[in-house]
């Protein structure tokens, strides 16, 4: 069964193409009325890139629990919502259908309010990639509190930086979290986190590994026992009913921490109505999700992937999401291939990070698998190199499913630019075409227009958006002039991704990567700020730079140019003291893959460091490396150069 506003053909496309630039308004107002609303919008779309203001159904009210899960009770009730595959392939399955995460649901946000969460209040979940994880989160939606997840692998500091700059009441955490072969002491990790912390009430811990935790009188309560309670509050002669709050469609649904360009992680704020409309409307279409499909998204729901590609868009197109606890290399490289013979898979949206290191293994994991299930495969996080996109093809496809390579951030809600299953056409390494209601531009470093094609008749320079779509993030929290800054200040009237893109003869368009200064390791943003700040932590570090450079798993690895002033320990000893230093800070995502020590950094006679010089020596470019008149010590340079590890 396909959905009234699903894309069923080429002409289709372009059709609803320009009725979504020629009037957004009557396009977006026709994909909306497919969903429940309390109360119906008075207008489709006010908005301004200046200040920014950006306002979409405004004056409509709605629950987005309700478009998850109660609209779809009267005729999918027994059907899975969730299929739950644990980290062990030993351990029990767990089927939720849409009755049960109805009643889950509807438990858990009486058990924020039994503890005082209130409309409007900040709930930060950091959790293990459990079925709870996502009850939390469709709870605090019911109530209309807003929930900020942080991915389990953050470290106490990062924890402890989001939960201030939210200024967030209550936690909502595991025990620990089991991954591959590890157990994650979340708990303790909170624990350390709270170290000073005045403004936390509660935090509600979920029972996942029975490991030891401190559990603190009047502040920790066990998730088991609150849920046991409120399930006789909820339910009343086998009926389940937790009255879903009215919300504003621009009222916050949820803030997640992404990194900028300066070290401060920016919490992005996505709103109920916009977010709901793009996350479903992009689902659909993309994937071409038929009624009844499996659909299978690796990604943790600590980031923004699974937000919207686990939860909220599936569960909003009443869709079955398979959310999985482990790592795909264990118990062995075969995991996501058994999973998805197993369950009968029919879409697979993975990173090319994955997909890389799968690749390594060779063919033996593929050996005897069952990929018959399969319709479509995705990518996501970063551009996939044509090698890997060939033998996901070939090995996992059999030729024989459409890959969409989608391109979005965590600012956007959901893809941008992609081309969609089968209905628009595919070409390795490029993201294709937008989605309907992206209007994407390509400018150069003034903001101009770029139409002018190089030799190969492409247009290359910066991209940008000139107009807003549903999914688009309407300020960061607490702080709407770095909104600002960051996304509509550096080109007049338009939305600067970060990215460099091309554009060919045919409209399609390929990402070229970031063009500021952050980096895209396995797929997810970390800003170099933020890294050198924590590598400048370190008691024996003088001064740090960082860039990207091309790594053949990760995408992109972490290069550290460091001044060293200390005495301790042999170089390798101190490259593992920096690298302990910033996983405590950051996390374990953060680590530099390569330290390479200095005694000075290339720097203008103003003091600015010369991250190009320092980018093109990590790639391994030591002769173009363009002019260094202007540097204070252009002899540093050559030190570097002799330097290279």
């Given at each position: 069964m396909?959905?009234?506003?699903?894309?069923?053909?080429?002409?289709?496309?372009?059709?609803?193409?320009?009725?979504?630039?020629?009037?957004?308004?009557?396009?977006?107002?026709?994909?909306?009325?497919?969903?429940?609303?309390?109360?119906?919008?008075?207008?489709?779309?006010?908005?301004?890139?200046?200040?920014?203001k950006?306002?979409?159904?405004?004056?409509?009210?709605?629950?987005?629990?309700e478009?998850?899960?109660?609209?779809?009770?009267?005729?999918?009730?027994?059907?899975?919502?969730?299929?739950?595959?644990?980290?062990?392939?030993?351990?029990?399955?767990?089927?939720?259908?849409?009755?049960?995460?109805?009643?889950r649901?509807?438990?858990?946000?009486?058990?924020?309010?039994?503890?005082?969460?209130?409309?409007?209040?900040?709930?930060?979940?950091?959790?293990?990639?459990?079925?709870?994880?996502?009850?939390?989160?469709?709870?605090?939606?019911?109530?209309?509190?807003?929930?900020?997840?942080?991915?389990?692998?953050?470290?106490?500091?990062?924890?402890?930086?989001?939960?201030?700059?939210?200024?967030?009441?209550?936690?909502?955490?595991?025990d620990?979290?089991?991954?591959?072969?590890?157990?994650?002491?979340?708990?303790?990790?909170?624990?350390?986190?709270?170290i000073?912390?005045?403004?936390?009430?509660?935090?509600?811990?979920?029972?996942r590994?029975?490991?030891?935790?401190?559990?603190?009188?009047?502040?920790?309560?066990?998730?088991?026992?609150?849920?046991?309670?409120?399930?006789?509050?909820?339910?009343?002669?086998?009926?389940?009913?937790?009255?879903?709050?009215?919300?504003?469609?621009?009222?916050?649904?949820?803030?997640?921490?992404?990194?900028?360009?300066?070290?401060?992680?920016?919490?992005?704020?996505?709103?109920?109505?916009?977010?709901?409309?793009?996350?479903?409307?992009?689902?659909?279409?993309?994937?071409?999700?038929?009624?009844g499909?499996?659909?299978?998204?690796?990604?943790?729901?600590?980031?923004i992937?699974?937000?919207?590609?686990?939860?909220?868009?599936?569960?909003?197109?009443?869709?079955?999401?398979?959310?999985?606890?482990?790592?795909?290399?264990?118990?062995?490289?075969?995991?996501?291939?058994?999973?998805?013979?197993?369950?009968?898979?029919?879409?697979?949206?993975?990173?090319?990070t994955?997909i890389?290191?799968?690749?390594?293994?060779?063919?033996?994991?593929?050996?005897?698998?069952?990929?018959?299930?399969?319709?479509?495969?995705?990518?996501?996080?970063?551009?996939?190199?044509?090698?890997?996109?060939?033998?996901?093809?070939?090995?996992?496809?059999?030729?024989?499913?459409p890959i969409?390579?989608?391109?979005?951030?965590?600012?956007?809600?959901?893809?941008?630019?992609?081309?969609?299953?089968?209905?628009?056409?595919?070409?390795?390494?490029?993201?294709?075409?937008p989605?309907?209601?992206?209007?994407?531009?390509?400018?150069?470093?003034?903001?101009?227009?770029?139409?002018?094609?190089?030799?190969?008749?492409?247009?290359?320079?910066?991209?940008c958006?000139?107009?807003?779509?549903?999914?688009?993030?309407?300020?960061?929290?607490?702080?709407?002039e770095?909104?600002?800054?960051n996304?509509?200040?550096?080109?007049?009237?338009l939305?600067?991704t970060?990215?460099?893109?091309?554009?060919?003869e045919?409209?399609?368009?390929?990402?070229?990567?970031?063009?500021?200064?952050?980096?895209?390791?396995?797929?997810?943003?970390?800003?170099?700020?933020?890294?050198?700040?924590?590598?400048?932590?370190?008691?024996?570090?003088?001064e740090?730079?960082v860039?990207?450079?091309?790594?053949?798993?990760?995408?992109?690895?972490?290069?550290?140019?460091?001044?060293?002033?200390?005495?301790?320990?042999?170089?390798?000893?101190?490259?593992?003291?920096?690298?302990?230093?910033v996983?405590?800070?950051?996390?374990?995502?953060?680590?530099?893959?390569?330290?390479?020590?200095?005694?000075?950094?290339?720097?203008?006679?103003?003091?600015?460091?010369?991250?190009?010089?320092?980018?093109?020596?990590?790639?391994?470019?030591?002769?173009?490396?363009?002019?260094?008149?202007?540097?204070?010590?252009?002899?540093?340079?050559?030190?570097?150069?002799?330097?290279?590890?």
């Amino acid at each position: 069964m396909s959905y009234p506003y699903q894309i069923k053909s080429l002409e289709q496309y372009h059709t609803d193409y320009k009725k979504s630039v020629d009037d957004p308004e009557a396009f977006w107002a026709a994909v909306a009325d497919n969903f429940y609303w309390k109360k119906k919008w008075d207008k489709v779309l006010e908005w301004n890139f200046t200040e920014p203001k950006i306002e979409w159904y405004k004056g409509g009210k709605l629950n987005i629990t309700e478009n998850c899960i109660d609209r779809h009770l009267p005729t999918m009730a027994e059907k899975p919502a969730i299929i739950w595959e644990p980290n062990n392939p030993e351990e029990r399955i767990r089927t939720v259908t849409y009755a049960r995460l109805h009643k889950r649901v509807c438990q858990f946000a009486q058990v924020l309010k039994n503890n005082g969460v209130k409309k409007g209040d900040r709930v930060c979940i950091y959790m293990g990639m459990v079925p709870e994880l996502a009850y939390a989160v469709l709870g605090c939606a019911r109530i209309g509190a807003i929930h900020s997840v942080i991915f389990g692998g953050f470290s106490a500091q990062s924890i402890a930086d989001r939960l201030e700059d939210a200024q967030a009441e209550f936690i909502v955490t595991c025990d620990g979290a089991y991954r591959g072969d590890k157990i994650i002491p979340l708990k303790a990790v909170i624990d350390d986190a709270l170290i000073g912390n005045k403004l936390v009430k509660k935090v509600i811990v979920y029972t996942r590994t029975r490991m030891p935790v401190s559990m603190i009188k009047g502040r920790d309560i066990w998730w088991e026992d609150e849920m046991e309670f409120a399930e006789g509050q909820v339910e009343k002669d086998g009926v389940v009913s937790f009255p879903a709050e009215e919300m504003d469609a621009e009222d916050p649904l949820f803030i997640l921490y992404t990194s900028g360009s300066t070290g401060k992680p920016k919490g992005v704020v996505h709103s109920v109505a916009g977010y709901m409309i793009w996350t479903a409307y992009t689902f659909v279409n993309m994937f071409q999700y038929n009624k009844g499909d499996v659909h299978f998204c690796t990604a943790d729901i600590g980031w923004i992937t699974g937000h919207s590609y686990i939860v909220y868009g599936p569960l909003a197109a009443g869709a079955t999401s398979l959310m999985f606890e482990g790592i795909p290399t264990w118990p062995n490289a075969g995991r996501f291939w058994d999973i998805i013979g197993k369950h009968k898979v029919n879409i697979l949206y993975t990173a090319p990070t994955a997909i890389r290191s799968l690749m390594s293994f060779g063919d033996a994991p593929l050996a005897g698998k069952d990929f018959s299930s399969l319709k479509v495969l995705g990518t996501v996080g970063e551009p996939i190199n044509e090698e890997a996109w060939h033998w996901y093809n070939e090995n996992i496809g059999n030729k024989n499913c459409p890959i969409v390579d989608t391109w979005w951030q965590t600012e956007t809600a959901g893809t941008l630019i992609s081309n969609l299953a089968g209905i628009t056409p595919a070409k390795p390494g490029w993201a294709t075409l937008p989605l309907p209601g992206v209007q994407p531009i390509i400018v150069d470093e003034k903001g101009d227009e770029i139409t002018e094609k190089d030799e190969h008749g492409m247009l290359k320079g910066n991209l940008c958006i000139k107009a807003p779509w549903p999914g688009v993030l309407r300020t960061t929290y607490g702080d709407h002039e770095r909104c600002r800054v960051n996304y509509f200040a550096t080109y007049p009237n338009l939305y600067f991704t970060g990215d460099g893109a091309i554009k060919d003869e045919n409209g399609n368009y390929k990402i070229t990567g970031r063009v500021d200064d952050v980096l895209n390791i396995s797929g997810h943003r970390i800003g170099t700020a933020e890294v050198e700040n924590a590598i400048n932590m370190h008691s024996g570090v003088v001064e740090s730079a960082v860039v990207g450079y091309p790594h053949d798993i990760k995408g992109q690895g972490i290069y550290a140019y460091v001044i060293y002033n200390g005495h301790h320990g042999d170089e390798n000893q101190r490259r593992q003291d920096i690298s302990l230093t910033v996983a405590k800070i950051i996390g374990a995502i953060a680590k530099p893959d390569k330290i390479q020590f200095v005694s000075g950094l290339p720097k203008t006679r103003s003091g600015k460091i010369m991250r190009r010089i320092l980018r093109k020596i990590a790639e391994g470019e030591t002769e173009n490396l363009g002019d260094s008149s202007t540097l204070l010590d252009p002899e540093v340079v050559n030190e570097i150069k002799d330097g290279k590890i």
